[in-house]
Structure formats: C-alpha cells, structure tokens
C-alpha cells in the first residue's frame, strides 16, 4: 500500500498573513510540520504543497518535497487533491491513501498519523478519517479558531462549525468539547471525487472542508487522541505553542538531524 503526506500552506492566510514561515524556535513552522510529518513510518514520501515561491524556496532549502499547485484553490483539500496528481506523476506510482496534514498544526507526530491511519487500514469500506482532541479550556471552546465536532455512537461526525457545540445553553453542567485537529487522511479516488463536487452550502458557511463530505451523505470518522496540539491561526498561537515545544522531544531530535 502506498501512502503520501500532502501538507498544503500558502502565505495569504486572512487570519495569519504569512503563518507559514513563522519561526518557532530557529525553525519555519511550516519546517516542523514537514519534518515531523515525514518521521511516520507509515508514509511512503512528504509533501509540501503550495502556491506560493517563499514556500518552494523554504522547502528547497531545507531538501523539503514540494510542489507547486495553483493560486485559484479556496480550500486545502482542493490543493492536497492537485498535489496528489502531481506527486504521482513525479514518484511513478499512484498513492492509495493521501494523509492531509495542515501546515498550521506544528505539534503534529508520527504517533498521531498512525492513529489517522488505523480505520482506513483496518475497514475497506471507509473512505476519510480525521482526529479530535479535547478542547482544554472554555475559552477555546469559544474560539471561532477551534474548529468544533459532535459525533454519533458509533463515532462518525455530525457536524463541524467554528461556533461552540453543542450548546452550554440549556443547563447542562458538562458538554463534550472536541475539536477537529486536521490531520485527514483519504483514500485515494475519494478524495478526487470529493473534489469533483462543488462547495456545499454548510460548508461555505461554517468555512469546513469536511461538511462537504457530510452534507453529500458520507461518513467522516473520528479518531479520538490525548495528545495535547494546538493549530496556529493568530500570533497569540504562535507564542502558546512555542511554550508547548519548548521542550518537545521530538523537535530536539529532527532538529538536531535538520542542522
């Protein structure tokens, strides 16, 4: 079986103009999600994929795979997707699974793809899978940064939004407050039918790439993980996660590797 990481970023981030080449501790943060990403051992080949030449420079510079995709896409599935055909090309072989790992989630690990991987590997009917984590605090349940998920029983996704869910509203003393933490794999033809569909209505609204999947009657299933991650959307990210990393032991060994 044949699996590529696609990691899609682009400088022109509305949020976080660009993000991407943020330095976290003498590293791009774009860098550390590219090198943590290729430690996974499941992972045939990583990929940086962009529009952008600072990106392609940065990658160039650090031996980082990377490729050009076009500056028309609205969302970073539509660019993995791109990415994917053009990787392709270049390796000689088709992939059968495409693991989509944002460029803003720098606390990505190896462990956590694996986990992302283990229902694809394990149920031949499935088709995408993302991970959740818990939301530490109120204030990030409130943070229209932190994409929220609610989940059935068996553990596919109900629905995404920027808005906390579900409601605090109605006395409860404890809801569940998960996020979507954006490591996704595919399988392969999935994601370039997916791509093949135009943008669904809930989607644009709550700006979430897997509401398309949802709002088209396909099932989304989540991972729970304990790791504690954090994506970068503001400056204030930025700083919160270089206190996280300080002493992240996997930085010091693929940092060390990297000099």
């Not at 420079?57 to 993995?80: E, K, L, N, Q, Y």
């Not at 991650?229 to 990210?237: G, R």
């Not at 930025?238 to 996280?244: K, Y």
């Amino acid at each position: 079986m044949t699996i590529f990481a696609v990691i899609p970023a682009r400088m022109g981030s509305s949020r976080y103009p660009g993000k991407p080449l943020a330095c976290i501790h003498g590293l791009p943060m774009l860098g550390h999600v590219a090198l943590r990403t290729a430690l996974c051992p499941c992972l045939d080949a990583t990929y940086i994929a962009t529009c952008d030449e600072e990106i392609m420079a940065f990658a160039a510079a650090r031996g980082i795979r990377a490729v050009m995709t076009s500056s028309s896409h609205t969302r970073c599935t539509d660019r993995t997707a791109e990415a994917l055909l053009r990787i392709e090309e270049e390796q000689g072989r088709r992939a059968d699974i495409v693991v989509m790992v944002q460029g803003d989630e720098p606390m990505v690990t190896p462990a956590m793809i694996e986990a992302a991987l283990g229902p694809l590997l394990e149920e031949p009917d499935l088709q995408v899978v993302n991970l959740m984590a818990d939301l530490a605090t109120e204030e990030e349940f409130e943070d229209p940064g932190e994409v929220k998920v609610v989940t059935d029983l068996r553990g596919n996704a109900l629905y995404f939004s920027r808005e906390p869910i579900p409601s605090r509203k109605k006395g409860a003393a404890r809801v569940p407050m998960k996020k979507q933490v954006c490591v996704i794999p595919f399988r392969r033809d999935y994601l370039l039918r997916y791509t093949s569909l135009p943008e669904s209505p809930l989607e644009i609204i709550e700006s979430v790439d897997m509401m398309r999947v949802l709002e088209n009657g396909d099932d989304v299933r989540m991972v729970p993980i304990r790791e504690r991650t954090l994506s970068v959307d503001t400056p204030a990210d930025l700083a919160r996660v270089m206190e996280l990393m300080r002493d992240d032991p996997l930085r010091r060994s693929y940092q060390a590797e990297a000099r």
